[in-house]
């Protein structure tokens, strides 16, 4: 890694906040001035203000080319999956500090399987508690024998939160690069429980010892560079490693690609899978985490699934909620005075039947993923409308729908036309504040409907 001298430490610190191209074009050569690296500095910088404000407050961390950054963890991502964590080894951990307090030895202590919470509210609780508990005196006791691994360490953005919660947090790596910048960065983070290692992860896997938790992130590229979703198409396969994380950890959190099917990789893992977790931010899906562990009881149990999109956030269990769509179990209500949309993780889910029972609404129509209620939804984890007209696709139906209007937001959901296509028929313009849905309900009559946002 290229540490940076005093004369490119202060060009970057003088102008971080200008344009990066511009800088490229005009900046003055001056003698000790490395001006590639400062730009890599300063575009980085200001990615991370948005995207990792708490490293971009850091002084003294050093950011990768362009290309990583933008393929990097969020804070957000990264934060979320240091609450799964923290969350899984809570209960384990009290019982060792309890035990560690009565003066009995290692030998002695009886694990407890973490107990899963009944919502994402508790759940979120627990991690919260994990967390506080650093300011403790007992703190060190409640972690002195946590340990954890991550086997694809990459930039290490997930690891640098991960290892918050560990008293012992190694990095895997295979690229000598990359571990020098997560050895400068995790010091300039004060993560002095941070261990950097490089070599390949699976046989690192082989031969360590186990640990409480091993993260995975694998490759999603291909030899030729090409973009790859299949499990057994990313570096590692986790897949053929299954049986030794089960082995070498008490839990084990894969990072997959959104793209995929759950209920598939569920099945690919053949009843390892103890959660699903579909993380979403800012209505887009961006990562699908796996957590894998023993099965507790001899009967395969299906997976709980967590469905996050910022701070909307429910869980359920995947057994009770199997169809997803129920046609025509649930009649229309009389009035449809509210339109409900469902955010990505829910869609990513299609946990629809559970959002009926849940939240007290109906859904639209088969395939529509569309909700309808005659009083307002309290915390609907999604967008809420109020419902102004409802009509179908003739003539006198648009006229009475548009009354004049000139500008509408349009979605189609279950409709022979795309949004374009619409808006191309209705010679309408992008904004304003009417939203337009074009959909199908129960019966197959395509209509629109014109509503506000709540």
């Not at 694809?152 to 020098?180: K, M, N, W």
């Not at 995975?216 to 396969?237: F, V």
């Not at 795309?418 to 504040?433: E, H, I, W, Y």
């Amino acid at each position: 890694m290229t540490i940076m001298n005093d004369e490119t430490r202060e060009f970057v610190a003088m102008h971080r906040n200008e344009d990066v191209r511009e800088l490229a074009l005009k900046a003055k050569r001056v003698e000790g001035l490395d001006l590639p690296l400062a730009l890599d500095q300063i575009a980085g910088w200001q990615i991370a203000r948005k995207k990792l404000p708490q490293w971009a407050s850091c002084e003294g961390i050093v950011y990768p080319p362009h290309i990583s950054m933008e393929q990097c963890s969020s804070q957000f991502t990264a934060q979320y999956k240091s609450e799964i964590a923290q969350t899984l080894l809570a209960p384990a951990a009290t019982v060792r500090a309890r035990v560690s307090d009565s003066g009995e030895s290692d030998n002695q202590t009886t694990k407890s399987e973490p107990q899963l919470s009944d919502s994402a509210e508790s759940v979120m609780q627990t991690a919260k508690s994990a967390f506080q508990l650093s300011d403790s005196p007992e703190s060190d006791t409640l972690v002195a024998k946590r340990a954890m691994v991550d086997l694809t360490g990459g930039f290490g953005v997930d690891f640098s939160y991960l290892a918050r919660g560990f008293s012992q947090a190694t990095y895997v790596e295979r690229q000598r690069h990359l571990c020098d910048l997560a050895e400068h960065n995790m010091a300039a983070l004060g993560l002095d429980q941070a261990r950097i290692v490089c070599g390949d992860g699976v046989e690192y896997l082989r031969q360590m010892g186990p640990v409480d938790f091993i993260y995975l992130d694998p490759a999603r590229r291909d030899e030729h560079g090409s973009r790859t979703y299949a499990i057994e198409d990313c570096t590692p396969n986790v897949l053929e490693l299954r049986d030794l994380l089960l082995v070498k950890s008490q839990y084990t959190l894969v990072k997959l690609s959104p793209m995929l099917d759950w209920r598939k990789a569920v099945a690919d893992f053949d009843g390892a899978v103890r959660e699903v977790h579909i993380v979403a931010t800012g209505n887009e899906c961006k990562e699908l985490l796996l957590v894998l562990g023993q099965q507790v009881h001899e009967e395969p149990s299906a997976p709980r699934v967590f469905c996050v999109n910022d701070n909307q956030r429910i869980d359920y269990d995947s057994a009770a909620y199997t169809q997803g769509l129920r046609i025509g179990g649930k009649p229309l209500p009389e009035a449809k005075n509210y339109l409900y949309e469902p955010n990505a993780s829910i869609m990513k889910a299609g946990c629809f039947d559970l959002v009926e029972e849940r939240f007290g609404v109906t859904q639209v129509g088969p395939s529509s993923h569309l909700f309808v209620s005659a009083t307002p939804v309290a915390d609907f984890p999604g967008r809420g409308f109020a419902i102004e007209a409802i009509g179908g696709m003739n003539k006198k139906d648009i006229k009475r729908l548009l009354n004049g209007t000139k500008q509408a937001n349009i979605a189609v959901r279950n409709f022979p036309l795309t949004a374009p296509q619409l808006r191309k028929k209705l010679k309408l313009a992008d904004g304003g504040p009417v939203y337009l849905f074009g959909t199908t309900m129960q019966g197959c009559d395509h209509v629109l409907l014109r509503t506000s946002k709540i």
